[in-house]
């Protein structure tokens, strides 16, 4: 079953071997600063999906700072573009939107140069924000996991309006883009889980008619769900292939279908192809409790925080790539980890950087 009808897409890990120069300074110890770093604002969310990756968060009665003030956020966003870093994305740990200074800080941003993405459920956004997206940002990631307001009520265990909300921005965001002409990409996202597995053709239709440019549709990890690697989810494969097929038939110009592969197993589970931990440093992963943990996949669990950004920011530089950061990435247990949202990126160090599998001194 195919992915993509282009390979040029930011849903493509071999995008990776664009981060040569960072990778090469990963395995030299010499850690630049970070391509991207991921913001978590929040860690609270207004929904509650069965598959959230969150939850060890969203339940952890230990974690008392739920949210970063505005002056910190502020500061720390200042900081790492000065330092650096390309792109920031506001996401995880919950629903970004729940914090209420984002269009300032994206504005902000925006100004200095840098790029700003969003990962949300949709339900919270606020015409400012779209003002300040539409100019400023690259792209912003829409949860919406169905194509049906009933469905949605149940994979979210909420109200059914919430589904007409997040459509309602998406429709609000694709005619300011249109009409701004700006370079902002609109993906409406699918998590597949057996329970929504039926509807991601009434999605695709759905996300057509409102005018996104992208639907990114990919399996849920059944460690969310279920709490182990050792158990896998059961998807109705030959439905979703036959769903697939249809959808990329309703492509154009304007319009395409991403149903990602390549990271998962072929019963859509997790597919580990790395045997170390090396990615992480291409991004830098703050929480809104002040730290910086390891990468996005262990978010919010202190066993995995290298250090805090909080209450300086300018403290990350004491210990981005420093000891603690080294041997945390070389004691990392591949068994104990959840799916992996580099693990190409790990792929890619292991058999471009290191064994140069691909002749890299011969274009
Ligand atoms: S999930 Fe595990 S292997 Fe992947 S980056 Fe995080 S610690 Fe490393």
Redesign the pocket.
Known sequence: MKEWTDPFNSFNSLKGLLYRKWMEGIIAGDFLPPVEASIDPVFNCNLDCIWCNSQNILKNPDINVHIMSREHLINLCRFLAEWGVKGLCFAGGGEPFMHPDLAEVTEMLGEMGADTAFLTNGTLIKDRDIEAMVKYSRWIGVSIDTGNRENYAVIKKTKPELFDEAVENLRKMVEMRNRMGSNFEISYKYLIYPDNAPFIYEAVKLAKDIGVDYVHIRPAAAENVLGSTDFHLQFPLDSINEQMQKSFELEDENFRVFGIRHKFSPSMNLKRN?TR?L??PLLINCGPDGHVY?????RGKKQ?SIGKHYPDPENILTFWGGEKHRNM?KN?N?DV???????VY?EIIEKTIIEDRMCRNFP
């Open positions: 790395f931990c990615a992480p390891l990468c996005v996949d262990h995995f990435m990392v591949l980890c959840p799916r992996c949202t580099f693990g790990n």
